[in-house]
């Protein structure tokens, strides 16, 4: 591999503050879900990862056990996830009906934003924006 130039470099920083700043410009939707930012997170995993362990969940979310066991109470008190005994000492962690709702919703908030956002800009500029969209998809799923 060769050695990052100066310019590989600056576009990596640059694309590092955009990708924040996207998130947290389509982040200000996630109110309206009702439920926390961590909250959220734990939701999201269980939505793109299927369901996990309880030590999955604090592994992916950087946090203790414990951390995650309040959390997980918590989201299953809302109705939006279910636990199922796999042993006598873990259990799986799943999305409800309730919970994948919730995370749909939320996608459409966010990305009614971005939509929104994007619309007014000339069709060669979103054309650009697609463009870097696949680049970054591209560079940061290793099954690519």
Same mark, same amino acid.
């Given at each position: 591999?060769?050695?990052?130039?100066?310019?590989?470099?600056?576009?990596?920083?640059?694309?590092?503050?955009?990708?924040?700043?996207?998130?947290?410009?389509?982040?200000?939707?996630?109110?309206?879900?009702?439920?926390?930012?961590?909250?959220?997170?734990?939701? #999201?995993?269980?939505?793109? +990862?299927?369901?996990?362990? $309880?030590?999955? !969940?604090?592994? %992916?979310?950087?946090?203790? /056990? @414990?951390?995650?066991?309040?959390?997980?109470?918590?989201?299953?008190?809302?109705?939006?996830?279910?636990?199922?005994?796999?042993?006598?000492?873990?259990?799986?962690?799943?999305?409800?009906?309730?919970?994948? #709702?919730?995370?749909?919703? +939320?996608?459409?908030?966010? $990305?009614?934003? !971005?939509?929104? %956002?994007?619309?007014?800009? /000339? @069709?060669?500029?979103?054309?650009?924006?697609?463009?870097?969209?696949?680049?970054?998809?591209?560079?940061?799923?290793?099954?690519?």
């Amino acid at each position: 591999m060769a050695k990052p130039s100066m310019r590989t470099e600056q576009v990596a920083d640059q694309l590092h503050a955009a990708a924040i700043r996207l998130l947290r410009y389509v982040r200000k939707e996630d109110v309206a879900s009702g439920v926390t930012g961590a909250q959220l997170s734990v939701l #999201s995993v269980l939505a793109f +990862g299927g369901p996990q362990t $309880l030590g999955a !969940l604090a592994t %992916a979310e950087q946090v203790k /056990p @414990p951390t995650m066991s309040q959390l997980v109470s918590e989201l299953e008190r809302l109705g939006l996830v279910a636990r199922k005994p796999i042993d006598r000492r873990s259990q799986e962690i799943s999305l409800t009906r309730k919970g994948r #709702s919730l995370m749909e919703a +939320g996608r459409r908030r966010r $990305l009614a934003r !971005l939509t929104k %956002a994007i619309a007014d800009l /000339p @069709p060669e500029q979103i054309d650009r924006l697609a463009q870097a969209a696949g680049l970054m998809v591209a560079i940061t799923d290793p099954a690519l």
